[in-house]
């Protein structure tokens, strides 16, 4: 297979995928998936394929748009012959039943699936991408395909890289890690703006997670805060969900330690690469290297 693909492109198509980035949008890109041909379909769809395994292709849910989720540098490839023929894609959709993108954003907090997009043909409703199905297609679809940039600025495209690259990056934790941190996390946030709003104030701006030992857990959360805030803040805001999960991983047999407060500034490489980020997204400011981040 590795050898077969190696056929030279026409400039044709590679005139077009130099126009081409993560995050960019395509019209109407056929959406599909496999499964067994008598089984229960995901979501209404029409059965393409005579075998107990066929192809479904998505029907009243057929998306308008797909958004690119290949990398920039594995469209527009360097190598020659090149050796990336496909490139991958999830659908976007308008979600018609929110008219306020701030509502919006407060009820898809922690959907890790879910991303809306930003770029000038978006702007007017709610247009989400949905990561659940990312789809390969081969990249001669895009010669002569309608495409538009899905993202205002880069700032927000370079976001949307970092979601996808999450959503492949999130370590296994122990179930009772999960139950008795995480979700408690969760649930502490309970989609609700005021709560997000208070803790943003208080400096802040991600959650990193270190676990130890081999049943019974030793688990410590890191608050990450804004360098310039003082991290007293933050460990009041934080009190609260620290007293309730503390109680409930008491019970499960987890040692939650007290929680770490520190910026990333004032933490040593080997610091850094002890903890995995906590990938819930509650708060509107990606964890960066450089201080805050003005709201997007």
């Given at each position: ?61 057929a998306p308008q748009f797909g958004i690119i989720t290949s990398q920039s540098c594995d469209l527009d490839e360097a190598a020659d012959p090149p050796k990336r023929p496909w490139f991958m894609a999830a659908p976007v959709y308008e979600r018609a039943d929110y008219n306020d993108r701030n509502a919006f954003a407060v009820r898809i907090f922690g959907v890790r699936y879910l991303y809306m997009l930003t770029g000038p043909r978006f702007r007017e409703s709610i ?170």
């Amino acid at each position: 297979m590795h050898d077969d693909v190696a056929t030279p492109w026409t400039a044709e198509r590679r005139a077009a995928l130099a126009l081409l980035e993560q995050g960019d949008v395509v019209l109407e890109l056929p959406f599909g998936y496999y499964g067994q041909r008598n089984g229960a379909a995901a979501v209404p769809s029409t059965r393409i394929g005579g075998d107990d395994i066929s192809f479904a292709t998505l029907d009243e849910y057929a998306p308008q748009f797909g958004i690119i989720t290949s990398q920039s540098c594995d469209l527009d490839e360097a190598a020659d012959p090149p050796k990336r023929p496909w490139f991958m894609a999830a659908p976007v959709y308008e979600r018609a039943d929110y008219n306020d993108r701030n509502a919006f954003a407060v009820r898809i907090f922690g959907v890790r699936y879910l991303y809306m997009l930003t770029g000038p043909r978006f702007r007017e409703s709610i247009w989400v991408a949905d990561l659940r199905i990312q789809t390969p297609f081969d990249k001669a679809l895009l010669v002569g395909r309608e495409t538009m940039r899905g993202f205002a600025n880069e700032s927000d495209r370079a976001t949307f890289g970092q979601r996808l690259a999450q959503l492949y990056s999130r370590p296994a934790f122990p179930e009772v890690v999960v139950t008795h941190v995480v979700e408690t996390l969760r649930n502490w946030f309970g989609r609700s703006e005021a709560r997000v709003r208070e803790i943003e104030a208080a400096g802040v701006r991600g959650f990193m997670l270190r676990v130890t030992g081999d049943n019974p857990y030793d688990a410590q959360l890191l608050i990450v805060v804004d360098p310039s805030k003082s991290a007293d803040n933050a460990m009041q805001c934080m009190n609260g969900w620290f007293i309730k999960a503390k109680s409930s991983a008491d019970a499960a047999g987890l040692n939650l330690l007290n929680s770490d407060f520190r910026s990333l500034e004032h933490m040593t490489a080997s610091a850094y690469l002890g903890y995995q980020p906590v990938a819930l997204d509650y708060l509107r400011q990606p964890l960066r290297r450089e201080g805050p981040v003005a709201e997007q």
